[in-house]
T-cell receptor, first 114, second 113 residues
Framework: GENVEQHPSTLSVQEGDSAVIKCTYS??????FPWYKQELGKRPQLIID?????GEKKDQRIAVTLNKTAKHFSLHITETQPEDSAVYFC?????????????FGQGTTLQVKP | DVKVTQSSRYLVKRTGEKVFLECVQD?????MFWYRQDPGLGLRLIYF???????EKGDIPEGYSVSREKKERFSLILESASTNQTSMYLC????????????FGPGTRLTVT
């Protein structure tokens, strides 16, 4: 069935360093790839997304890249700050979905050390 | 501003009890979802609904049912709660199949003893 694998499960970086989280998906028909951030005790919120007709998208310090051939996409955070510490989830649309359904990865806990 | 609310932040129930978790969204969204969140397992889809009275099973529907009688409200029902259903439950909604951003509620931490 449809599957999204996310790595690493935990990531610790020094403030100012870059962080990269990678996801692979199984369904070549997937066409929408969002990233959600969940701060401690709060609800997940969308931070950036990309569609399959685009290879890269940036928003200030965050960027997402998509490699359709290899079926993987990545979140890049540059100049990390302590407030970037959170759990990050990637997701993808499953095959034939016209219902808004998303398949989520297992999550990455990012810790930014001051 | 989209608002998704859940009826309780914390809930403690006994094994065998029937449990209702309610979710309400105020933005006329077509799609609504119920997830459970457990450490290391991410967000796992229990059930979702793409229209009033329409529902589909997600990845882990066993032990759960849902009800969507009105567009704004989506209920998750645990027919007979068990200890392995102790978890964080998150509701979400999205506008339509063409607008996929999901907006999440604050979550309900359910403990079954």
């Amino acid at each position: 069935g449809e599957n999204v694998e996310q790595h690493p499960s935990t990531l610790s970086v020094q403030e100012g360093d870059s962080a990269v989280i990678k996801c692979t998906y199984s369904d070549s028909a997937s066409n929408y790839f969002p990233w959600y951030k969940q701060e401690l005790g709060k609800r997940p919120q969308l931070i950036i997304d990309i569609r399959s007709n685009v290879g890269e998208k940036k928003d200030q310090r965050i960027a997402v890249t998509l490699n359709k051939t290899a079926k993987h996409f990545s979140l890049h955070i540059t100049e990390t700050q302590p407030e970037d510490s959170a759990v990050y989830f990637c997701a993808a649309t499953p095959l034939g979905s016209n219902t808004g359904k998303l398949i989520f990865g297992q999550g990455t806990t990012l810790q930014v050390k001051p | 501003d989209v608002k998704v609310t859940q009826s309780s932040r914390y809930l403690v129930k006994r094994t065998g009890e029937k449990v209702f978790l309610e979710c309400v969204q105020d933005m006329d969204h077509e799609n609504m979802f119920w997830y459970r969140q457990d450490p290391g397992l991410g967000l796992r889809l229990i059930y979702f609904s793409y229209d009033v009275k329409m529902k589909e099973k997600g990845d882990i529907p066993e032990g759960y049912s849902v009800s969507r009688e009105k567009k704004e409200r989506f209920s998750l029902i645990l027919e007979s709660a068990s200890t392995n259903q102790t978890s964080m439950y998150l509701c979400a909604s999205s506008l339509s199949a063409g607008s996929l951003e999901q907006y999440f509620g604050p979550g309900t931490r359910l403990t079954v003893t």
